[in-house]
């Protein structure tokens, strides 16, 4: 199994510009879940899904932010319009059930 | 909200020198896991656990679980270069929700 993949790896933008970040969990894993990472607030979760259905959104900044699990292969993260102080690494991570959670390689995006 | 606290932010030690990061829960945990980030990498799974007063050993690396089931540590023996990188705790309380402290930096001298 190749992981979790994350697409793109690096994204730099400018300040309102929307983004969309991608995610493809490991193959049979039921949760999937998005975090943000920055050195001022550590890893938050933004978002988490169980088969396909988001279960628990309050992680989510403001409404500028969204999620989308339409099939089980797939998610994305949108932000729109974006800010400066989006910029972080942001993970995806998959898990077969409550035990490890499988992280992607994560996002790097920079909002100029 | 349950809130996990994770000390120290940081530590530089020697190589050779052990090194123990240490957990903290608002609230009882029914399990507790443990991450470790490379520089420029993702956090990647060590070790879960789940019973009160539970030690396990990975290689020189020592995981305890508190009788409380609110705290946890994680002890290295003897560091070596390859131990750098950030060592998070993560939490699952109420709700089966996961949530991570804010990670021990570790920085090894060779």
């Known amino acids: 199994d190749a992981g979790v993949i994350q697409s793109p790896r690096h994204e730099v933008t400018e300040m309102g510009q929307e983004v969309t970040l991608r995610c493809k969990p490991i193959?049979?894993?039921?949760?999937l879940f998005w975090y943000r990472q920055t050195m001022m607030r550590g890893l938050e979760l933004l978002i988490y899904?169980?088969?396909?259905?988001?279960?628990?959104d309050s992680g989510m900044p403001e409404d500028r932010f969204s999620a989308k699990m339409p099939n089980a292969s797939f998610s994305t993260l949108k932000i729109q319009p974006s800010e400066p102080r989006d910029s972080a690494v942001y993970f995806c991570?998959?898990?077969?059930?409550?035990?490890?959670?499988?992280f992607g390689p994560g996002t790097r995006l920079t909002v100029l | 909200g349950q809130q996990v606290m994770q000390i120290p932010q940081y530590q530089h030690v020697q190589e050779g020198e052990d090194f123990t990061t240490y957990c903290n829960s608002s609230?009882?945990?029914?399990?507790i896991q443990w991450y470790k980030q490379r520089p420029g990498g993702h956090p990647v799974f060590l070790i879960q656990?789940?019973?009160?007063?539970e030690v396990k050993k990975q290689k020189r690396l020592t995981f305890q679980f508190g009788e409380a089931k609110k705290n946890s540590s994680l002890h290295i023996t003897a560091t070596q270069t390859t131990d750098v990188g950030t060592y998070f705790c993560?939490?699952?309380?109420?709700?089966?929700?996961?949530?991570f402290g804010g990670g021990t930096r570790l920085m090894v001298k060779p």
């Open positions: 993560a939490g699952r309380g109420i709700g089966n929700m996961l949530t």
């Open positions: 899904f169980n088969n396909n259905v988001p279960i628990d």
């Open positions: 609230t009882t945990l029914s399990n």
């Open positions: 656990l789940v019973k009160s007063g």
């Open positions: 991570a998959s898990a077969g059930n409550y035990n490890e959670q499988f």
């Open positions: 193959s049979g894993h039921d949760y």
